[in-house]
């Protein structure tokens, strides 16, 4: 039995729209919630094949986003950026729209089947910088035209979520070979996000990651939803499931960093470890040769932390699934650093 959403404004506008999206999504888009359609990251199982370059890894998207590409929505209402922003600063580097200028509203979009629910922010528009990271000297740090889009949903009880912040502009003058130097810039990331490579050059990802693995539920209070029900799940719930997610990943990525240095260093582990809030502090590595792919291979299978790199239409995703859940971080090759996260158990 369906049960009534109770919202937070008395919009008719807002309920009308929201009527005319459930009656006109029919069955097929309450079926979408609740199995993610072919290619979308479901599962353990569905992770596709690591670091291949091919039309269909352009296709890898979490389920609140396939449900979005497959189905067609009416907008709701507007979405201010008070909806968004706290998904921004918190799981996207640090953007924050209407610091540097104010945000125009995009759209709402809404879709619900019983106990499941998804909502869908687009084209919030603001120009911001992106927040600086401790110890990395760069002149990229100025205000960018930017554009946000969320998906936020729960499924079986289980949360997702999709926030992604776009240059509004610039995608169409990248190289063709934007994606395999992109590729390989992710690469070397993960190399040095698990201590297998000596390259400060990419301790970008490295105090990102640190920082997003440190999120605690607490720091998604100003997290708000115009559906009563949904807030009232993320408050007693939502939140609490995401952060034992992000607990397990970086217990992961803790071992991984150990089990590295333990594997590949000559000099071994006794006075190399140090913590650095979440992570193991990066320590030089003596090891000769140095380890890449293989070593990195090694070191996942270990924990069974499967991490790949995978090229979509205008980013870059790397791709952390384990038993249990998959995160993702997105690198963006025009703003030239990662802005967009993703997580679903």
Not at 6 to 29: I, K, M, Q, T
Not at 63 to 89: N, R, Y
Request: with cysteine; charged share 20%; hydrophobic share 45%.
């Amino acid at each position: 039995m369906k049960r009534r959403f109770l919202f937070r404004r008395p919009d008719l506008f807002f309920f009308g729209c929201c009527a005319l999206v459930l009656a006109a999504g029919s069955a097929a888009v309450f079926a979408a919630i609740f199995a993610a359609p072919e290619r979308a990251v479901d599962s353990h199982s569905a992770l596709p094949v690591r670091s291949v370059l091919s039309a269909e890894e352009a296709n890898t998207l979490f389920w609140p986003e396939q449900l979005w590409e497959e189905d067609g929505f009416s907008p709701a209402g507007q979405a201010e950026a008070s909806l968004v922003s706290p998904w921004t600063q918190v799981l996207t580097g640090g953007w924050r729209p209407g610091e540097e200028q104010e945000a125009q509203p995009g759209c709402l979009f809404f879709a619900a089947a019983d106990e499941d629910l998804c909502l869908f922010l687009r084209d919030v528009w603001f120009t911001a910088r992106p927040a600086l990271v401790s110890g990395l000297p760069t002149d990229r740090f100025y205000p960018h035209p930017l554009s946000a889009q969320l998906a936020v949903g729960r499924r079986s009880g289980v949360p997702g979520v999709v926030c992604r912040v776009f240059a509004r502009e610039g995608y169409d003058e990248l190289p063709d070979d934007w994606q395999e130097t992109a590729v390989q810039r992710c690469r070397e990331e993960l190399l040095y996000l698990f201590n297998l490579s000596n390259d400060d050059q990419r301790v970008l990802l490295y105090y990102q990651l640190e920082d997003l693995l440190n999120r605690r539920p607490w720091q998604l209070e100003g997290a708000q939803f115009p559906a009563a029900e949904f807030s009232e799940y993320w408050a007693l719930e939502g939140k609490e499931r995401m952060g034992n997610m992000l607990e397990t990943l970086r217990w992961k990525v803790n071992n991984c960093q150990y089990v590295s240095l333990l594997l590949y260093n000559d000099r071994g582990v006794e006075g190399q470890l140090e913590m650095m809030g979440n992570f193991y502090k990066h320590v030089p590595l003596y090891a000769d040769p140095m380890p890449g792919q293989e070593e990195m291979d090694r070191v996942l299978a270990d924990q069974e932390l499967d991490v790949q790199i995978i090229p979509l239409e205008k980013q870059v995703m790397i791709l952390f699934g384990w038993n249990g859940g998959n995160l993702a971080v997105y690198y963006d090759p025009v703003l030239d650093c990662f802005s967009g996260f993703a997580l679903q158990g």
